[in-house]
Nanobody
Framework: QVQLVESGGGLVQPGGSLRLSCAASGIRFSLYAMGWFRQAPGKQRERVASINTADSTNYADSVKGRFTISRDNAKKTVYLQMNSLKPEDTAVYYC?????????WGQGTQVTVSS
C-alpha cells in the first residue's frame, strides 16, 4: 500500500519559516520524481516545486529564492523548506510522487501565514 504522509504545516507569521516533510512508503522512492503542490481556497491546485531522480529542481516563480525542495532517498522523504513566508502562501500543501504512469498524492498539510 502506497502512502505519502505530509507533516510540518501550521500557523506562522509573515516572514517566518516552516519545513514540510513527506514520508513515502510502499514505493521505490528513488525512482520517483517528487513534487510539492498547493491549493488555496477557491483556487486551482498549483505546482510549487519539484525534484527529479537526479536531484534537479524546479520552482514556481512565486516561490523562487524563498523555498527549497530536497530529498533523502535513504529516508524516503522529500522536504520543502519555506522561508520569508507571505500571506499568499497560505494553502493546503500536497506531496506528489510520479513515475511512469504511477502518480500518488498525500493527504495534505495546512500552512497558514498570518499575523
Amino acid at each position: 500500500q502506497v502512502q505519502l504522509v505530509e507533516s510540518g504545516g501550521g500557523l506562522v507569521q509573515p516572514g517566518g519559516s516552516l519545513r514540510l516533510s513527506c514520508a513515502a512508503s510502499g514505493i521505490r522512492f528513488s525512482l520517483y520524481a517528487m513534487g510539492w503542490f498547493r491549493q488555496a481556497p477557491g483556487k486551482q491546485r498549483e505546482r510549487v516545486a519539484s525534484i527529479n531522480t537526479a536531484d534537479s529542481t524546479n520552482y514556481a516563480d512565486s516561490v523562487k529564492g524563498r523555498f527549497t525542495i530536497s530529498r533523502d532517498n535513504a529516508k524516503k522523504t522529500v522536504y520543502l523548506q519555506m522561508n520569508s513566508l507571505k500571506p499568499e502562501d497560505t494553502a493546503v500543501y500536497y506531496c506528489n510522487a510520479a513515475y511512469s504512469f504511477y502518480d500518488y498524492w498525500g493527504q495534505g498539510t495546512q500552512v497558514t501565514v498570518s499575523s
